[in-house]
């Protein structure tokens, strides 16, 4: 089985992991969807919980690249509206990207089911985005465009609340142009909040 033919399993087996959950996802559907036989599917994968680790490999290796603290960290803003620009294009990135889309529904739906799960989640929703903006935040006070305050608490407020409406997002689709605008919203009244008036 060729590598195209196992992403193509990957990203459907994530699409259906996504939308039924573990226990909802037959190999049979999985394969018959993908048009092709259950044994040639059990060949490479060779059961259900072999397909959803690597599933789960391919997530964090994606997110990792994409995402993760340790290959991206971030430039830190020359000045607020700087930052209402990065955190704008990091929400639409999220509310629109199609695979994270998936891995996020699959996450949500999944994380009370599998320790594993909970952890990769736990890094998604929570502590690397944390991560990144406590070294914005940090820098900002740095260079005086907030004034001095506990930057791990201001990333942790901010995140937790963009991170929060941006699953609202996912809940509500046709809610987004609102969502958006309270996400604006609140990032203009966090820098006011904390900007630097000296």
């Known amino acids: 089985m060729g590598k195209d033919t196992r992403e193509k399993i990957l990203k459907n087996a994530l699409e259906m992991f996504a939308n039924k959950g573990y226990e909802g996802t037959n190999i049979r559907e999985l394969s018959d969807a993908l048009g092709v036989s259950k044994g040639a599917m059990y060949r490479h994968y060779d059961s259900k919980e072999h397909l959803w680790d690597s599933v789960l490999s ?8 994409n995402m993760g603290v340790n290959n991206n960290l971030p430039e830190i803003p020359e000045s607020t509206d700087e930052l209402i620009e990065i955190t704008l294009r990091m929400i639409n ?10 891995c ?7 994380q009370y089911r599998d320790e594993k799960v909970a952890i990769l989640s736990d890094r998604h929703f929570l502590t690397d985005i944390e991560s990144k903006f406590i ?4 820098g900002m006070i740095e260079k005086k465009i907030f ?6 608490m201001m990333a942790l407020e901010y995140t937790a609340t963009i991170s929060a409406l941006i699953n609202q997002r996912d809940r509500f689709p046709h809610k987004e142009e609102e969502i958006v605008s309270k996400a604006l919203n609140y990032i203009k009244h966090f820098i006011k909040t904390y900007e630097n008036n000296k």
């Open 135 to 138: 070294v914005i935040f940090k």
């Open 104 to 110: 996020r529904k699959m996450l949500n739906r999944e």
């Open 58 to 65: 391919n997530i964090e290796t994606e997110y990792e690249k």
């Open 93 to 102: 990135y999220t509310m629109h990207d199609p695979n994270v889309i998936m």
């Open 147 to 152: 004034r001095e305050d506990d930057y791990k």
